[in-house]
């Protein structure tokens, strides 16, 4: 299914064969396909670029498909390689994490931090951690896949 080049976040990069490869939805999902493209948010003289999510309902373009700046996307990786690592020796906690200290860790981004913590507001928290450590248990070959094929490119980019 081709990507719309006509709406307003313009693709320069696209996967339009997402759905085979979106994890354990691969198949079956609409998620139909990513790119990298100009942000439909872009003022005249200042252009971004945005990463998008393009959903498909069967029928039409989704409105729920996803549309965020590359440094958000980055952030996110980010935040999901601290969560897994914490999760790699999170059994040495009984809950999971250390109650008098939820703070995991502070990654330095931009001269401040970015504040990594289990989200002790959560009510459910003490229930939510051991779901959400399943979850990534169970996704581990999933995540470690595409986690390793980072490292390989962010290795040939010299990083």
Same mark, same amino acid.
């Given at each position: ?12 990069? *696209?996967?339009? &064969?997402?759905? &085979? *490869?979106?994890?354990?939805? !691969? ?9 990298? %493209?100009? !942000?439909?948010? &872009? ?16 029928? /039409? ?9 590359? #440094?958000?996307?980055?952030?996110? !990786? ?5 969560? /897994?690592? #914490? =999760?790699? @020796? ?9 109650? @008098? ?6 990654? %330095? ?22 779901? =959400?450590?399943?979850?990534?248990? &169970?996704?581990? @070959?999933?995540? %470690? $896949?595409?986690? #390793?094929?980072? !490292?390989?490119?962010?290795? $040939?980019? %010299?990083?």
């Amino acid at each position: 299914m081709k990507i719309p080049t006509t709406l307003k976040h313009k693709p320069v990069i *696209v996967s339009e &064969n997402y759905e &085979n *490869v979106d994890g354990r939805y !691969a198949y079956d999902t609409d998620a139909k396909g990513l790119s990298l %493209g100009l !942000a439909q948010w &872009n003022d005249r003289g200042k252009v971004e670029i945005s990463a998008k999510v393009w959903r498909h309902t069967g029928e /039409k373009w989704s409105r729920q498909s996803e549309e965020m700046p590359l #440094h958000r996307v980055l952030d996110l !990786a980010i935040l999901v390689c601290r969560a /897994k690592l #914490h =999760f790699q @020796e999170a059994y040495r906690y009984e809950k999971l994490y250390n109650p @008098e200290k939820p703070v995991i860790d502070r990654v %330095g981004l931009q001269g401040d931090a970015m504040t990594v913590a289990v989200c002790t507001d959560n009510e459910k928290i003490d229930e939510d951690i051991k779901l =959400f450590s399943q979850a990534l248990s &169970n996704d581990d @070959e999933l995540l %470690g $896949e595409r986690l #390793h094929t980072l !490292a390989r490119i962010l290795e $040939e980019m %010299g990083y």
